[in-house]
Antibody
Framework: QVQLVQSGAEVKKPGASVKVSCEAS????????MHWVRQAPGQRLEWMGW????????KYSQRFQGRVTITWDTSASTAYMELSSLRSEDTAVYFC??????????WGQGTLVTVSS | QSALTQPPSASGSPGESVTISCTGT?????????VSWYQQHPGKAPKLMIY???KRPSGVPNRFSGSKSGNTASLTVSGLQAEDEADYYC???????????FGGGTKLTVL
């Protein structure tokens, strides 16, 4: 079945970077886009960006431009999201989601990133 | 890109219908038929319920329906059931070569 499995929880200090992985299975990885979405505790979903797994093109939300980098490894069917210059407000659950136009499904299980000194 | 506007809460009794609105602008909701709705239970990943304004993925009950008029999209849940209690988020394409935006979320309570 189509599945996205994300890497485990992370604890980082302010100013550090974090890299979250999202391994896909059950479909042709390069035929879809992979979106990254975050959700701070008790807050709304927030779109961060996407990567076209077929050609590596990316698009980022202006809110995260300059701090987020989305990459991929087609041989491992895995997408990565790296967020730099972390601050306490970046404490959130980060999700990946397979995308095709407005059909974002499935989603990964989420990765909790905690930023604390 | 500003978040789409949703009511913070909605409620209904079992068997009733409830409609959740999602208001954007002509640059997002009103400009494209790429509006989707996601259901999220506490501590879980979101689940796609409606895509392209009104289409239901296989496996989603036909009690869930979507529509759009102008800059406002709507999700209607008919025949409310206890398991429908969750947070619901709308999402829309916003142009600019691939920008997307979510709504603020609506907490649906089944009384």
């Amino acid at each position: 079945q189509v599945q996205l499995v994300q890497s485990g929880a992370e604890v980082k200090k302010p100013g550090a970077s974090v890299k979250v992985s999202c391994e896909a299975s059950g479909y042709t990885f390069t035929s879809y886009v992979m979106h990254w979405v975050r959700q701070a505790p008790g807050q709304r979903l927030e779109w961060m960006g996407w990567i076209n797994a077929g050609n590596g093109n990316t698009k980022y939300s202006q809110r995260f431009q300059g701090r987020v980098t989305i990459t991929w490894d087609t041989s491992a069917s895995t997408a990565y999201m790296e967020l730099s210059s972390l601050r306490s407000e970046d404490t959130a659950v980060y999700f990946c989601a397979r995308g095709h136009t407005s059909t974002w499904s499935p989603w990964g299980q989420g990765t909790l990133v905690t930023v604390s000194s | 890109q500003s978040a789409l506007t949703q009511p913070p809460s909605a409620s209904g009794s079992p068997g009733e219908s409830v409609t959740i609105s999602c208001t954007g602008t002509s640059s997002d909701v009103g400009g494209y038929n790429y509006v989707s709705w996601y259901q999220q239970h506490p501590g879980k990943a979101p689940k796609l319920m409606i895509y392209e304004v009104s289409k239901r993925p296989s496996g989603v009950p036909n009690r869930f329906s979507g529509s759009k008029s102008g800059n406002t999209a709507s999700l209607t849940v008919s025949g409310l059931q206890a398991e429908d209690e969750a947070d619901y988020y709308c999402n829309s394409y916003a142009g600019s070569d691939g920008v997307w935006v979510f709504g603020g979320g609506t907490k649906l309570t089944v009384l």
